[in-house]
C-alpha cells in the first residue's frame, strides 16, 4: 500500500461519537476504524476523537489510530469542540495532533469542526436522519433537523463531503449540498473466520437479524412476521445479533406475540459466534426505516444468505440487489410474503444466495480506504471529488 505522506497527508483526525468498543458501537464506527487502521498502517498518523464508556481508557491505541476520549453520549460534541478550540492554541488532549485532514462523522450531528480547521474538513455522513429525529423527541427532533438539514449544509456548502451509498448521496444534494462535493466511498468488508464457513446450514428454517437494537431498526416487524409465519412453517426461529438500549422493549414484544421460544436475543456478540448464526442461517431480514448502505446485507452475504429489506430505507437499494442477492419489498405485507417465499423456496433461496455470496467478494477495507485516501488527498490540496470513488 502506498504511504499517503508521501504525497502530503501525514496526520487525519477522526471525529465520532462513538468507536467500536463502544456498547452500542455499529457499522458507521467499524467504517471509521477499518480506514483509520488501515491509513495508520500505511504511515498516517490517525487520531480518533470519540465518547468514554464504562469501562473505557481517556487514551490507547487500538489498530494503530490513537483514541482520546472524553464525554458521554451528548456532551462528547462540547468536550470534542473544545478539544479542537485549545489545540489551536497548544493545549488539550489534542494538542499534538497537526492534522492535514479532519473526518467530522456527522450521525445527525457535526462536530462543527469547520470552525476550528476550516476547508481540511470532510463531512462524513452515513444517512440523513429525516425519519429518526421524532424519537428525540418533539424539541430535540426539531433542532436536530433543523441542524442537519439547514445549518450543516450551509455551514460546510465549501467543504467535501463523503457518504457509503449513491441513495444518500442523493438525499445530501436534496439538502443542498452541491453533487460536486459528494464522495461515495463504500464499506469494505472483513473476512469471515475460516471455522465458521464450514459450519453446516441449518436443517430447521432459521432466519437472522444483524442490527443495533434501537427503534428506527424496527425489529418488532422481523418478530411479527415470525409470528404470522409460525402457523405455516414448522420450526421457524429468529435470532437476533446485536445489542442496544431498544432490547428489552423487543423481549417484551416477543413476549405479547407469544413467540419467546421461537426467538432467540443473543446481544452483541463476538465475531465468530455472529459468523456462526449467520452460517446456520436461511436468510436475513433488515427492516429498518432507513440505512445509510447496511454492512449486515454484505456480511451475510458472505454466508451465502440473502436478504429481505425495505426499498423505503435508502441505502439497501444500493446494498442488495433486487431479485437477484436479495428482495426488496415495499410494506410489512411484502415482508411477510418475501420471507415465507424463500423459506418455502429452497431453490430461489439457494440462487440469490449464492449471488449475494459472489457480491460480498466485491468489497475490502483496502478498496474503501484507497478511495477515501483519494478523498483526503484532494481535501489537501483544496480540490474535491465526486461521485462513487
Excluded at 476504524?33 to 491509513?39: K, P, S, T, V
Excluded at 455522513?125 to 445549518?151: D, N
Excluded at 465458521?196 to 434501537?214: A, D, H, I, M, Y
Excluded at 416487524?221 to 409465519?229: H, N, P, T, W
Aim: charged fraction near 20%; aromatic fraction near 6%.
Amino acid at each position: 500500500m502506498n504511504g499517503m505522506s508521501d504525497r502530503g497527508v501525514r496526520s487525519v483526525l477522526l471525529l465520532c461519537w462513538r468507536d467500536t468498543g463502544h456498547p452500542q458501537g455499529g457499522g458507521s464506527e467499524t467504517y471509521l476504524q477499518r480506514i483509520g487502521a488501515q491509513l495508520a498502517a500505511s504511515g498516517v498518523q490517525v487520531t480518533l476523537r470519540t465518547a468514554r464508556y464504562p469501562g473505557s481508557a481517556r487514551r490507547e491505541i487500538v489498530d494503530g489510530i490513537r483514541v482520546s476520549r472524553g464525554g458521554g453520549s451528548y456532551s462528547i460534541y462540547i468536550w470534542a469542540g473544545l478539544s479542537m478550540v485549545l489545540a489551536r492554541v497548544g493545549l488539550g488532549p489534542l494538542r499534538k495532533v497537526r492534522p492535514d485532514v479532519v473526518i467530522d462523522s456527522q450521525n445527525g450531528i457535526p462536530f462543527l469542526a469547520r470552525l476550528a480547521y476550516g476547508r481540511r474538513v470532510a463531512v462524513l455522513v452515513h444517512h440523513c436522519h429525516r425519519e429518526q429525529w421524532p424519537v428525540a423527541g418533539p424539541v430535540m427532533g426539531r433542532f436536530g433537523w433543523f441542524v442537519e438539514s439547514k445549518l450543516s449544509p450551509w455551514l460546510h456548502r465549501r467543504n467535501q463531503y463523503v457518504t457509503v451509498s449513491l441513495p444518500s448521496a442523493r438525499d445530501l444534494a436534496t439538502l443542498g449540498v452541491h453533487p460536486a462535493r459528494i464522495a461515495v466511498v463504500r464499506n469494505g468488508l472483513d473476512e469471515a473466520p475460516a471455522a465458521t464457513l464450514t459450519v453446516p446450514r441449518s436443517t430447521t428454517p432459521r432466519v437472522v437479524v444483524l442490527s443495533r437494537l434501537v427503534p428506527h431498526k424496527q425489529i418488532e416487524d422481523a418478530l411479527e412476521a415470525i409470528a404470522e409465519l409460525r402457523p405455516q412453517i414448522p420450526g421457524v426461529h429468529l435470532d437476533v445479533l446485536g445489542g442496544g438500549w431498544w432490547e428489552r422493549r423487543l423481549v417484551e414484544h416477543a413476549e405479547l406475540l407469544g413467540i419467546s421460544d421461537a426467538v432467540t436475543f443473543h446481544g452483541h456478540v463476538d465475531d465468530v459466534i455472529k459468523h456462526d448464526v449467520l452460517q446456520r442461517s436461511w436468510v436475513h431480514l433488515l427492516p429498518s426505516r432507513k440505512e445509510g448502505w447496511a454492512l449486515a446485507v454484505i456480511e451475510a452475504g458472505q454466508h451465502g444468505v440473502p436478504t429481505i429489506g425495505y426499498r423505503s430505507s435508502g441505502g439497501l437499494t444500493d446494498s442488495i440487489v433486487d431479485g437477484v442477492t436479495g428482495l426488496l419489498v415495499d410494506d410489512h405485507g411484502g415482508l411477510v410474503d418475501g420471507l415465507s417465499r424463500l423459506l418455502t423456496d429452497p431453490v430461489l433461496r439457494e440462487q440469490l444466495g449464492a449471488k449475494a455470496a459472489v457480491r460480498s467478494g466485491e468489497f475490502s477495507w483496502r478498496q474503501s480506504t484507497d478511495a477515501m485516501r483519494t478523498v483526503l488527498e484532494a481535501v489537501n490540496a483544496g480540490t474535491s471529488v465526486s461521485g462513487v470513488v
